[in-house]
């Protein structure tokens, strides 16, 4: 009986972890960009598009009923916190592994903070990451500031 209790215990477990979690709004419109930024399937449009919103500017046309999706297979970024002066982050697209550093790192890594991806420590880090990535993005209906147009998908990977 005690080994079925610990089975079933362990089951759930693993199934919260690999659960999918869903953010919506500011938080998913700022990872959508960054990460959008590096990723080698996001065209150069799409890529202006996401971080002209960002930058809070939506005076630029796109297509209307055309969203702009960004997907990652895991996003991981560390920060010090004995060397407290170097960031990074991994972006892994499809077998292609797209590396930030210093400030782009920092920007990306306070974002998975700012959304409570749970962090994750070593010693001497800390790190942030999410995997299986799936964000959308409408843009017409961010241009709408009625608080809509931004989700995304995730598992925690830590």
Known sequence: MKLLVFLL????????????ETLNGNGALA????????????????KSGLLKLLDGK????????????????????????VDIAPHSCDLSFGGQV????????????ATLAEVD??????AGSVSEAVSDLKCTIDTNEV??????GAECQYASAN
């Open 117 to 122: 991806i749970p962090p994750d420590g070593a």
């Open 9 to 20: 215990l362990a089951l759930l477990l693993a199934t919260h972890s690999a659960a999918a």
């Open 58 to 81: 939506a005076d630029f046309s796109f297509p209307a009923g055309k969203a702009i999706t960004v997907a990652a297979e895991k996003v991981t970024c560390r920060a010090g916190n």
């Open 143 to 148: 241009k709408q500031k009625s608080g809509g």
């Open 31 to 46: 990872l959508t960009a960054l990460v959008g930024n590096g990723s080698p399937s996001v065209g150069a449009v799409e």
């Open 98 to 109: 797209v590396s930030l550093k210093g400030r782009a790192a920092h920007e990306l890594y």
